[in-house]
């Protein structure tokens, strides 16, 4: 079954790096866009990134984008996103989701647990 | 900047039929902007139920439909169960960048 866990959280100063991972596991992972979607407490969904299957195309919030890198590793099915210059509204749950495979309509379909991270001085 | 509106809350009777709409600042959603809809309850991530505007993934029990009208998304309930309780999110594509809309807390009572 497709299972996603995120990893790297924690609590990190203002204008201090982290970085995310997500390991994905249960289907192909080198053929599906992968995405990054955070949630601030007590708040809704924001879309932050998404990477291509290939790696080719790389898309960002205007909130993080300068800041955040994302990445992905098809060899060890894994995902990343290199945060920077962590300002207190970065503060949220950040969960990895599954996109669309090639050629397939625009979706995420699965969604990992999601993981916290706290940005305090 | 680009916004995407829902509306904030919705009641629905045990039973009952709710429609929830998803609107874009720049204008008529269509196809092209591949409408997903997404329920999320207290304490969980967010689960999928609706993508390109009407499709249904392979869990999303049957009273759940998604369509296109008026210029917006629309997903509907019919025979809201008291565990369709949650919030629920829209998100719209916009080549490349995409946007949730701010979510609707529905209410079964």
């Known amino acids: 079954q497709v299972q996603l866990v995120e990893s790297g959280g924690g609590v990190v100063q203002p204008g201090r790096s982290l970085k995310l991972s997500c390991a994905a596991s249960?289907?192909?992972?080198?053929?599906?866009?992968m995405h990054w979607v955070r949630q601030a407490p007590g708040k809704g969904l924001e879309w932050v990134a998404v990477?291509?299957?290939?790696?080719?195309?790389?898309y960002y919030a205007d909130s993080v984008k300068g800041r955040f890198i994302i990445s992905r590793d098809n060899s060890k099915n894994t995902l990343d996103m290199q945060m920077n210059s962590l300002k207190t509204e970065d503060t949220a749950i950040y969960y990895c989701s599954r996109g669309a495979i090639v050629g397939a309509p625009k979706q995420l379909d699965f969604w990992g647990q999601g993981n916290l991270v706290t940005v305090s001085s | 900047q680009t916004v995407v509106t829902q509306e904030p809350s919705l009641t629905v009777s045990p039973g009952g039929t709710v429609t929830l709409t998803c609107a874009s600042s720049t204008g008529a959603v269509t196809s092209s902007y591949y409408p997903n809809w997404f329920q999320q309850k207290r304490g969980q991530a967010p689960r999928a139920l609706i993508y390109?505007?009407?499709n249904k993934h392979s869990w999303t029990p049957a009273r759940f439909s998604g369509s296109l009208l008026g210029g917006k998304a629309v997903l509907t309930l019919s025979g809201a169960q008291p565990e369709d309780e949650a919030d629920y999110y829209c998100?719209?594509?916009?080549?490349?960048?995409?946007?949730f809309g701010g979510g609707t807390k529905l209410t079964v009572l």
């Open positions: 390109s505007g009407s």
């Open positions: 249960g289907f192909i992972f080198r053929s599906y866009a």
């Open positions: 998100l719209i594509y916009y080549g490349g960048v995409q946007v």
């Open positions: 990477i291509s299957h290939d790696g080719r195309f790389i």
